[in-house]
């Protein structure tokens, strides 16, 4: 029986009450010599986190740059890693696609169909064309970027108007089926985010190595305190927490401990 992703998620958060979302940026270059050897190093890295820090993962987030950087062997790497995850584990493709007609299509059946993520990560700026094709697929779920945590998001994201109108355009859609990317280094808009998008489940990336604030995320990011509706996303703060030949296990105790701090 098919399990949407919203249905993961919640029987996720109500088994494990983890708030945490692990980012599996797994870039070739940035991998401990321990794996590099290997015929596929960033499957091999990946199955060594997965291990190490399933038990305090709310979701996994492979981004799909990374693997196609390594060809083939790259893609062979994203598939036998989604399959690896537990399937109790909620996964999103960070992919921040947003096309129109066909090639959205196209997309979201490589991704659900073939890849079999449960939800991915859209660009909303070419509006209903984008979320169409991907409510089409049974179970499939889509954050979109609302409040992006880089520097360039003040060309468009930030702008004072773009900051209501992507919420205000996201209440057409059930919150079962579409969340929001608001990034944790937008300290001044979470609270204004989470009223414009009450009941929407939030992706949070910027914890860790982009210097995002938890306190801020946990203070006002949240839904209810029974019920947050967030992911707070840390990829490179968990991932790399090591390069040495214990990084697995120093991946585990980051993902602990960002797991603990969240629950606070």
């Known amino acids: 029986m098919l399990r949407s992703f919203w249905q993961k998620y919640n029987q996720r958060y109500s088994t494990l009450g983890s708030r945490v979302c692990i980012g ?24 060594s986190i997965i291990d190490a820090t399933h038990s305090y993962a709310g979701a996994y987030k492979p981004n799909l740059a990374f693997y196609l950087a390594d060809g083939m062997r790259g893609l062979e ?26 090639t959205m299509q196209g997309y979201v059946k490589a991704f659900f169909n073939e890849l079999k993520a449960d939800a991915i990560t859209i660009n909303p700026l070419m509006g209903k064309d984008v979320v169409s094709p991907l409510l089409e697929i049974e179970g499939s779920f889509g ?17 004072a108007k773009m900051k209501l109108e992507v919420p205000r355009w996201m209440q057409q ?20 985010m989470r009223e414009l998008m009450s009941g929407r489940l939030f992706l949070i990336p910027g914890i860790g190595a982009q210097g995002g604030d938890l306190r801020a995320v946990l203070d006002n990011a949240v839904h209810s305190p029974e019920d ?37």
């Open 143 to 159: 954050f979109a970027l609302a409040l992006t945590s880089n520097p360039g998001a003040d060309d468009f994201f930030h702008n």
């Open 77 to 102: 790497a994203l598939a036998e890693t989604i399959a690896y995850i537990p399937d109790d584990i909620p996964v999103i493709l960070d992919c921040k696609v947003g096309d129109i007609g066909s």
């Open 173 to 192: 859609y059930p919150v079962e089926r579409i969340g929001a990317v608001v990034g944790a280094t937008q300290v001044q808009d979470l609270k204004l």
């Open 228 to 264: 947050p509706r967030i992911l707070i996303n840390s990829s490179r703060g968990i991932i790399f927490a090591s390069v040495d030949d214990d990084f697995a296990h120093k991946a585990g105790e980051a993902a602990k401990e960002l797991f603990e701090q969240s629950r606070a």
């Open 24 to 47: 599996l940026d797994s870039q070739l270059d940035k991998l401990p010599k321990a794996v590099k050897s290997s015929k596929n190093p960033i499957l091999e890295f990946n199955r």
